[in-house]
C-alpha cells in the first residue's frame, strides 16, 4: 500500500556526490513534491559496483553491508542512478548466497529500491513534474536502468508533459561505451563507442541530451565537448526538477 | 586455430583503424538488427518460445548423461558409430582415423564450429588428406587461410572486393577479365568450382545444430543447401557435435528451431533444415554407409554443476554477437580464438584458460543487449564477471588494478575518510577545470582523456553541500 506520505532514502551515489552535487538536490526537490519525506543517510559511500564488477566480492560484500545497516528502516530507497539502482534491486541479494538472514534483508531491500524517474511514476503515479520546460532533447537510454530495470517511457512521458520535444535517436538504447572502469581499460573501444553515440545524438538536432545516469552523461559529454559540439549534456532530474539554471550543462562553465 | 587472445588490446587498436574491416562490419545493423526484431515482432509467443528453450535445454543438462546414453544407443540402432571424445586430441584422432580407415583422399565439410575448435583441416592436410569447404563463407575463408570472424557468418569480415579478389587470384583456369556484377556471379562461381568436389569427396564432415535422443538423429540447418550434399553424397558421413547440443525430443528440437533461424537471421526458417539418422536403409534413395557421430567434450563437461553450466545452454545463433556494441567496433578476430563476441568471451576461457583469455571477459560494458536478444536467456554478463570474479581470486587480475581496488575499497568502506578524500578530490578537480568547465589532459587518466575530455566536477561534494543546508535550516547534519 502506497503511504500518503513514504519514508524515502536518497541513495546519492558516489559519481553525484563527487561530480554533480545538483543532481542530489534536484531529486531531493522532485521527491518532496511528490509528497516523500525524504532522509539522506550519511553512512553511504558507493554502492559497490567497480569492486563487483572486476570480480572483488569481499569488498563489494563489505560495502553491501554498510547498505543494509544504513538503508534498513526507510519505506523506499530512491537512487538518481540506473546502473547503481540495478545493482542494489538485482545484485546486491547475490552478494549474501551464503547467509539466509543478510540474504533476506538484502532482498527486502532490494524490493524497496528503485531509480528515481521510475519511482515517481510508477509507484508515486506522477504523470507529471511542476513547471514547465522548452526545446528539443535526446533521450539517451542507459543499460541498466532500460535492460534491468524496464526504464524506457517513464521519463520520455515527463518531459513531453513538460512541454519538451522528444527527439529520439536511431539508436538510444545502444551502450555509449562508458561501463565503468571499462572506458579507461579498453579507452580505443570506449572511445570508438561514444564517438557513435556522439553522431546519433548529434543527427537528431536536438538542443539537449538526457539520461538518468551520470557515469553515461560524464563519457558523452566528455566526447561531445572534445568534438567542439555545442549540444548541452545534462541528467534527467535537472530538468525535470527545473534546475537547470543552477549549474551550466555537464562539461560547460558557468 | 592459434589462439591470439592475449593480444586483444592490440588487436581490437588494429580492427578499429581497418577500413575495410570498418565498413563489413557496419553491415550488421542492416543485415542482422532489423530482420532479427521483425521476426520476433512477428511471433507474438517469442518471449514465451524463450522461456520454453531455456527450459529444454537445462531439463537435458540436468539429465545429460540419461540423453546422451539414449541417443548413443538410438544412433547405433539406426547403424551409426558414436565416438566419445574427451578432449581435441581425441577428436581429431577418431576423424583421421576412420578417412584414413575409408581411403579418403578429399573430404567435403559443410560450416561447423566444432571443426574451427578442433583445427581439423590443418590436421588432415598434414595427413595427405584434402579438405573442402562447401560453405560459402568457409570456401574463401579456406581460399584466403584465414579463420571465421563471426559463427554464423564466417566471412562476415569480407566486402565484395575482397571476395572478387580472392576469386580472381584462386580460379586461374577462367578468364582473368570476368566481371562479376552482382552477389550472384560471385556464386554462380563458387558453386561450379565446388561441383565437381562434391561428387569427388569419399568423406563428407558435417556440424549438428543439434542431437536428438529420442531418435539418435543430428539436424543441420543452412541457407545454401551445400550441407545435404555434403552429408548424402559421400559414401560416409562424419558430424562433428559437442555434447550439449542434446535435445530430448523431435518436438523440442522443432521448439529450438523456432528460436535459432529468427535470433540468427530473422528468417522464420532456415531455407534447408535436414535432418539425418543413421546410415542409408534398404529402398532409401540416398544416404551414406557410414554414420558417424565424432562427439566432444573438450571441458564443457566440466562447466556442468558450476557458475558456467548455463552457457551450455548455447544453440550458436549468434545474436549476442550481432547485437554486442563491443563485437560491432572490433570484429571477430580481435577475439583471437574460435569463438567470438559475448558467447565466446564466457567460452573461450573454458578452452584455453582465464590466464590466456582474461581480455574477454573484461573488454565489455555489461550492457545487457546479448542478454536481452539471446534465445535460450544466457545470462551472458553475470557468467563474464563470474570470469571476473576467478581472474580476481586467481590474482591474475593486473597489480595496479588490485591495487586500485583495495585503496578504494578501504576508503569506501569508511564514509567518515571517504567524506574527506572525496572533497578534496572533487575540490581539486573543480579547480581545474573551472575556466572551461572540463580537462583535456590529466595525469593517470590518459585512457579517459586520449579520446574525450574530463567534465569537471562542480566543485563541492553533495555531502558537504547538504550538510551546510541542514546547518542553515537549523536542521541535524
Ligand atoms: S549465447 Fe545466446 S545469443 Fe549468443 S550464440 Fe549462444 S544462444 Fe545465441
Known amino acids: 500500500m502506497l503511504q500518503a506520505s513514504p519514508r524515502v532514502a ?67 530507497i530512491v537512487v538518481p542512478s540506473g546502473s547503481c539502482g540495478g545493482m542494489l534491486r538485482h545484485h546486491l541479494p547475490t552478494l549474501f548466497e551464503d547467509d539466509p538472514n543478510l540474504r533476506a534483508r538484502a532482498e527486502a531491500l532490494a524490493a524497496r529500491t528503485y531509480e528515481l524517474v521510475s519511482f515517481l511514476t510508477d509507484v508515486m503515479g506522477l504523470e507529471r513534474v511542476a513547471g514547465a520546460a522548452s526545446g528539443t532533447v535526446t533521450y539517451h537510454d542507459s543499460c541498466s536502468g532500460l535492460r534491468e530495470l524496464g526504464i524506457k517511457a517513464q521519463p520520455r512521458r515527463l518531459l513531453e508533459a513538460l512541454g519538451v520535444t522528444v527527439k529520439e535517436m536511431a539508436d538510444p538504447d545502444v551502450c555509449c561505451g562508458f561501463g565503468g572502469t571499462f572506458c579507461v581499460k579498453y579507452p580505443e573501444i570506449s572511445t570508438r563507442m561514444v564517438s557513435d553515440k556522439s553522431a546519433d545524438i548529434a543527427a537528431t538536432g536536438a538542443e539537449t541530451v538526457l539520461a538518468g545516469d551520470l557515469g553515461c552523461l560524464l563519457n558523452i559529454a566528455g566526447r561531445l565537448k572534445r568534438e567542439g559540439s555545442a549540444v548541452k549534456v545534462r541528467h534527467v532530474a535537472e530538468v525535470l526538477a527545473g534546475m537547470t539554471g543552477a549549474v551550466p550543462p555537464i562539461g560547460e562553465a558557468g | 586455430m592459434l589462439s591470439t587472445s ?54 537435458t543438462l540436468a539429465h545429460l548423461d540419461f540423453y546422451l546414453e539414449t541417443w548413443a544407443a538410438n544412433v547405433e540402432r539406426a547403424g551409426g558409430q558414436v565416438h566419445w571424445c574427451a578432449s581435441a586430441d581425441d577428436a581429431r584422432a577418431a576423424v583421421l582415423g576412420i578417412c584414413e580407415r575409408v581411403g579418403a583422399r578429399t573430404v567435403t565439410k559443410g560450416k561447423s564450429m566444432i571443426s574451427e575448435e578442433l583445427g581439423i583441416n590443418e ?64 556464386l554462380t562461381e563458387a558453386r561450379a568450382k565446388l561441383r565437381a568436389r562434391f561428387l569427388a569427396a569419399d568423406v563428407g564432415i558435417t556440424g549438428a545444430n543439434f542431437l536428438i535422443a529420442e531418435t539418435g538423429s543430428s539436424v543441420i540447418v543452412t541457407n545454401e543447401g551445400n550441407g545435404d550434399l555434403t552429408q548424402t553424397l559421400p559414401r560416409v558421413h562424419i558430424v562433428l557435435a559437442s555434447l550439449e547440443k542434446m ?23 532456415s531455407v534447408y533444415t535436414t535432418f539425418s539418422t543413421g546410415v542409408r536403409r534398404e529402398g532409401d534413395l540416398d544416404g551414406p554407409e557410414e554414420y558417424h557421430v565424432v562427439l566432444l567434450d573438450n571441458g564443457r563437461s566440466a562447466m556442468l554443476g558450476t557458475e558456467f553450466q548455463d552457457m551450455l545452454r548455447c544453440i550458436r545463433c549468434a545474436a549476442c554477437m550481432n547485437h554486442c556494441p563491443v563485437y560491432n567496433v572490433v570484429g571477430g578476430h580481435a577475439y583471437g580464438s574460435v569463438y567470438p563476441g559475448p558467447m565466446g568471451a564466457v567460452l573461450t576461457p573454458t578452452l584455453i584458460g582465464v590466464d590466456q583469455a582474461g581480455n574477454l571477459p573484461n573488454a565489455s560494458t555489461f550492457c545487457g543487449r546479448c542478454e536481452s536478444v539471446c534465445p535460450v536467456k544466457i545470462p551472458l554478463p553475470k557468467m563474464m564477471r563470474h570470469w571476473r570474479e576467478r581472474e580476481f581470486e586467481r590474482h591474475l587480475t593486473p597489480a595496479t588494478v588490485r591495487t586500485n581496488l ?30 572551461r568547465g572540463r580537462l583535456s589532459r590529466l595525469p593517470f587518466a590518459g585512457g579517459w582523456t586520449a579520446g574525450r575530455d574530463l567534465p569537471a566536477p562542480e566543485g563541492d561534494t553533495f555531502f558537504a553541500r547538504y550538510a551546510r543546508e541542514q546547518r542553515g535550516k537549523g536542521g541535524r547534519a
Not at chain 1, 559497490?48 to 543494509?68: E, F, H, K, M, V
Not at chain 2, 557496419?26 to 512477428?42: D, I, L, N, Y
Not at chain 2, 530430448?248 to 526458417?269: K, V, W, Y
Request: include cysteine; charged fraction near 25%; hydrophobic fraction near 40%.
Open chain 1, 10 to 76: 536518497l541513495f546519492v551515489t558516489c559519481l553525484v556526490d563527487l561530480h554533480r552535487p545538483t543532481v542530489g538536490f534536484a531529486a531531493i526537490r522532485l521527491l518532496e513534491q511528490a509528497g516523500c519525506q525524504v532522509e539522506v543517510p550519511r553512512a553511504q559511500t558507493c554502492c559497490g559496483q567497480p569492486a563487483y564488477n572486476s570480480g572483488d566480492r569481499d569488498t563489494a560484500r563489505d560495502l553491501a553491508l554498510g547498505i543494509l545497516e544504513a538503508f534498513g528502516g526507510y519505506d523506499y
Open chain 2, 6 to 59: 592475449p593480444a586483444f588490446k592490440e588487436n581490437a587498436r588494429k580492427a578499429i583503424n581497418d577500413a575495410g574491416l570498418q565498413k563489413a562490419l557496419a553491415r550488421t545493423k542492416p543485415q542482422f538488427h532489423g530482420k532479427r526484431a521483425k521476426a520476433v515482432a512477428g511471433l507474438p509467443e517469442f518471449e514465451r518460445l524463450r522461456d520454453i528453450g531455456r527450459d529444454i535445454k537445462n531439463h
Open chain 2, 123 to 186: 590436421h588432415l592436410e598434414q595427413h595427405g588428406i584434402t579438405p573442402v569447404e562447401t560453405d560459402l563463407g568457409e570456401y574463401i575463408l579456406q581460399l584466403r587461410h584465414e579463420p571465421p570472424s563471426h559463427i554464423i557468418g564466417p566471412a562476415f569480415h569480407l566486402n565484395r572486393e575482397d571476395w572478387e579478389e580472392s576469386f580472381r587470384r584462386a580460379h586461374t583456369d577462367l578468364p582473368a577479365d570476368r566481371v562479376f556484377h552482382e552477389r550472384r556471379d560471385i
Open chain 2, 247 to 269: 535435445v530430448p525430443t523431435l518436438e523440442d528440437a522443432t521448439n529450438m528451431l523456432r528460436l535459432l533461424a529468427r535470433s540468427a537471421t530473422g528468417q522464420d526458417f
Open chain 2, 406 to 435: 583495495a585503496l578504494w575499497g578501504f576508503v569506501a568502506r569508511r564514509p567518515g575518510l571517504y567524506r574527506l578524500v572525496t572533497r578534496i578530490g572533487a575540490g581539486a578537480l573543480g579547480w581545474l577545470g573551472r575556466r
